[in-house]
C-alpha cells in the first residue's frame, strides 16, 4: 500500500471517528439537560409545596413561579428550563390544589409536534391533624 493511500485511509478514519463523537456528545449533552429538568422542577415542586404549606394553598395562577420570585427563593433566571424557555404554571383544580409544571425544552429547529418534553404534576398535601 502506497504512503500517500495509507495517510488518505489515515485521515478518513480520523473523521468518521470525530464525527461519531460529535453525534454522542449531541446527543448526551441533551440527554443531560433534560436531566437537570427534571432536579429543577423537583426543586421547584418542593419549593412550591413549602408555600403552599406557610400560606394554605398553592400560588393562583395569574401570579404563578413569580411568588418564588418574589419571596427571594429563586431568581427568574432559576424558573426557566436549561434552554432558556420559562417553566409553565397552570392550576388544574379549583383553588389550585393541584398544578402542573412543564417545559417544551428546545423550541430553535425543533420538528417534533407541540407537546412538553417533560412536566410534573403536584398536589398539595394537607398537613396531619
Known sequence: MS???AGGLLSVSVIAILAVGLLYF??????????KLRVQMRVIAQS????AARKGAFPP???GLGVLVAEK???AEGLKDPWGQEISYK???PGCESIRLASRGPTE???????DIFSLEVTRTHPVK
Open 3 to 5: 504512503k500517500r493511500l
Open 26 to 35: 449531541g446527543k448526551s449533552e441533551r440527554y443531560s439537560k433534560e436531566d
Open 48 to 51: 412550591l409545596q413549602d408555600y
Open 61 to 63: 395562577e395569574r401570579e
Open 73 to 75: 427563593e429563586f431568581n
Open 91 to 93: 392550576c388544574l383544580k
Open 109 to 115: 429547529g425543533d420538528s417534533r409536534p407541540s407537546a
